[in-house]
């Protein structure tokens, strides 16, 4: 598959939006979609209940960042689940101009996995759209479902739960979850186990679309600060994330960033 050419995602049996698919644009080897982060929240908000309402296979929605595309190259494992998605979306500022290097279909622009979470959240509250936290401490996970329904009237979450569970545990999550039956699940327990979990339990778990989104919880209640704006239009948060967590995230940002940036010069052509 060259750099320049397209795929088309099919996001919904029922064609929600009329088209019912989605452009993709191939970056360091992962085909990206190229919704915009308002296009992609109208669609969840719109496609996610429709299809828990139909009984449909879940949607899988995976992010791509730099650390993304590196494990993409390096963990056959990762890869492999990364490949069951139906939709990836740029979660880094580098995979939205990678894309407009390529010369191929552009990537409207950077849809974080934070901000379209947040700016959801009015449009979920207004439409009845129930989401489930799965992820973080419980600390950190009760304190994230506190903070959004304090913060946003009317919103219902369908549940919550912590990140923390052994094997013998995961049937009794999804359990919990099934009985929740929530639109869209969102699942932060970091890459790659949140990618394996998703794609091992697909079949069996009842929802609209799941969602990964690593640390998310953690930046809603403040345990993780974000960067500036200026600093994620330029696609420099990862370098404020390293700075202010340096012990969890220098290693990773050291040798994954130019590994990406190896592969997306790697990939160029094809």
């Not at 989605?22 to 360091?28: C, D, H, L, N, Y």
């Amino acid at each position: 598959m060259h750099g320049n050419a397209t795929l088309e995602f099919p996001l919904s049996g029922s064609g929600a939006d009329g088209s019912g698919y989605s452009e993709t644009a191939w970056v360091g080897g992962v085909p990206v979609s190229t919704l915009s982060l308002r296009a992609l929240i109208e669609r969840m908000l719109r496609d996610a209940p429709l299809r828990l309402a139909a009984g449909e296979q879940p949607l899988l929605v995976f992010d791509c960042n730099g650390h993304g595309l590196s494990l993409n190259a390096t963990d056959k494992a990762f890869a492999k689940d990364l490949a069951q998605a139906d939709l990836i979306h740029a979660d880094g500022q580098v995979i939205v101009k990678a894309s407009r290097w390529l010369g191929g279909p552009q990537i409207a622009d950077r849809s974080s996995t934070t901000d379209m979470f947040i700016d959801s959240l009015p449009g979920a509250s207004a439409g009845e759209v129930r989401y489930y936290l799965l992820g973080g401490t419980e600390q950190v996970n009760k304190d994230c479902a506190d903070k959004i329904c304090a913060d946003t009237p009317g919103l219902e979450l369908a549940g919550r739960r912590n990140g923390f569970w052994k094997a013998d545990e995961e049937d009794a999550v999804i359990d919990a979850i099934n009985a929740a039956a929530p639109d869209v699940l969102w699942v932060g327990t970091g890459k790659p186990r949140e990618q394996a979990f998703c794609v091992r339990n697909r079949d069996r778990i009842r929802a609209g679309w799941i969602v990964t989104c690593g640390g998310l919880f953690n930046y809603i209640t403040g345990d993780y600060p974000r960067a500036p704006q200026w600093m994620q239009n330029a696609g420099l948060e990862w370098l404020h994330r390293m700075a202010t967590n340096p012990r969890h995230l220098a290693w990773r940002y050291l040798t994954t960033n130019p590994h990406a940036l190896y592969l997306i010069w790697k990939h160029r052509n094809g």
